[in-house]
């Protein structure tokens, strides 16, 4: 069991760089595939990009070529660097851990077990 903790949030203008971080105490959280997912109120959450439990990065939709997963295992955390930030990038940004599987489908939210309370990114045109 893990619980990951995002740090990083915040109020950027249109064009600006901003990195989220997503830490956990456990060093187990190094075993876990870890995905960001972004929400709008009254909207879906959805995937940005996911780091699987072998360091095999996958981005999604506009976050292809913006934005980039890494994980720092000395600091126990994986970190979402954004660029190129527009205001529909504009959202509250969790971090999710869950166990690599083979057969499920890991862009979905229901792929993972353990959520950090999310952060808020707000990008001004």
């Known amino acids: 069991q893990v619980q990951p903790v995002e740090s990083g949030g915040g109020f950027v203008q249109t064009g600006a760089s901003l990195k989220l971080s997503c830490a956990a105490s456990?060093?187990?959280?190094?075993?876990?595939?870890v995905a960001w997912f972004r929400q709008v109120p009254g909207t879906e959450r959805r995937i940005v990009g996911r780091l699987t439990f072998n360091d095999l990065s996958l981005y999604y939709g506009s976050a292809e070529g913006r934005f980039t997963i890494s994980r720092d295992n000395a600091e126990n955390t994986v970190v979402l660097r954004m660029n190129n930030l527009k205001p529909e990038d504009t959202a509250i940004y969790y971090c999710?851990?869950?166990?690599?599987?083979?057969?499920?489908?890991?862009?979905?939210?229901?792929?993972?077990?353990?959520w950090g309370q999310g952060t808020q990114v707000t990008v001004s045109s």
């Open positions: 456990q060093r187990t959280f190094r075993l876990y595939d």
């Open positions: 999710a851990a869950g166990r690599h599987s083979f057969t499920a489908d890991m862009s979905a939210a229901s792929a993972y077990e353990y």
